[in-house]
């Protein structure tokens, strides 16, 4: 018999960037929550030989041989089969790329009976967390994470402090089936592109953070959380306004965000570099009937709807045993 391996993360919302690259002080810093659906799953189990095989991925395949050669306790195992069981939508602001990187090394290291590390060995290892570690800290510890950024040396941007959003409150992901945000060396020239922020700007980010979201969070107040976190994602949408155009990363987008906000939804806006539009609501039957509405709106055509809630819990790790087959 040979182990397997299952690793299951949740998706994330990021609700915006702090501030930017600076030569002194830290860099980058920002708010998301971690939701229960959709998810990723990643599964490894020993192989004799590297390969893509049937339900396979290239790109976890690599980021699987490099955990495997960093850490280089191989025991047994001459190499290692990894499949992607469920998918994330990419590049839709979910943080697909992180959690999928990040669920394969764990899944990796738990495959070589190796212990447990911190979000921080697993992104350097996952080549992950370069300017947001919200993926990471999620992906460890669940929840509604705020990290203020890394100073220079660091590796990733420090957790200052992570909350449970209350059971009942749900937020409806609207994901545009044809839209995507940007990603690879497209993102990275749209950053080189940017002016530094105002630090007014990034002052009032780091107070409706910690003065207005997280203690409403922990409080249970839904119209305060929902009204900052509005506030807070179009103030952090206005840095990256000399790239997008606006607030929002299209006209498109900025109309959803409007006509949310015109029907008394506070908490609106967009996830990362969108087009995943979100919507917070106070339970289950205000999300189902906004739902519901949303789909006679033009703006949302070809858009999927998911009520999903907070994931206050870690990534699950799990293992199976199965028998060896022939690759």
């Not at 980021?63 to 850490?71: L, Q, S």
Request: proline share 6%; net charge positive; hydrophobic share 45%.
């Amino acid at each position: 018999m040979k182990r397997c391996i299952q690793v299951s993360a949740a998706a994330r919302l990021h609700f915006g960037l702090t501030r930017l690259s600076q030569r002194t002080g830290p860099s980058y810093g920002g708010l998301g929550l971690m939701v229960d659906r959709p998810r990723a799953v990643v599964e490894v189990r020993p192989a004799v030989r590297w390969r893509v095989a049937e339900g396979g991925d290239a790109r976890c395949l690599a980021v699987c041989r490099r955990a495997y050669d960093f850490w280089g306790r191989h025991g047994e195992i001459d190499a290692i089969d990894v499949r992607v069981i469920e998918r994330l939508p990419l590049h839709r602001g979910l943080g697909a790329g992180t959690q999928v990187s990040l669920a394969t090394v764990a899944a990796v290291r738990a495959l070589l009976e190796m212990s447990p590390v911190s979000a921080e060995q697993l992104a350097v290892v996952a080549g992950r967390g370069a300017r947001s570690a919200v993926g990471a800290h999620g992906f460890e510890r669940g929840g509604l994470i705020w990290e203020t950024g890394r100073l220079p040396g660091d590796r990733l941007g420090s957790l200052a402090e992570r909350a449970a959003l209350p059971d009942e409150w749900r937020a409806v992901l609207i994901v545009p089936q044809r839209e995507e945000g940007l990603s690879g060396p497209a993102e990275t020239a749209a950053f080189d592109r940017l002016p530094p922020p105002l630090p007014v700007i990034s002052e009032r980010l780091v107070e409706l953070a910690e003065q207005a979201i997280l203690p409403a969070a922990k409080s249970g107040d839904f119209d305060v959380f929902a009204s900052a976190i509005y506030e807070y994602g179009r103030l952090s949408g206005g840095l990256f306004a000399p790239v997008q155009g606006g607030e929002y990363a299209s006209p498109l987008i900025a109309r959803r965000v409007a006509i949310l906000r015109g029907a008394g939804i506070a908490g609106a806006g967009q996830s990362s570099w969108g087009p995943t539009v979100y919507a917070f609501a106070p339970n289950q039957r205000f999300a189902d009937e906004l739902v519901s509405d949303l789909r006679s709106e033009s703006a949302f055509s070809g858009c999927d709807m998911t009520v999903v809630c907070s994931e206050n819990r870690p990534a699950t790790i799990r293992s199976t045993a199965r028998l060896a087959s022939k690759q």
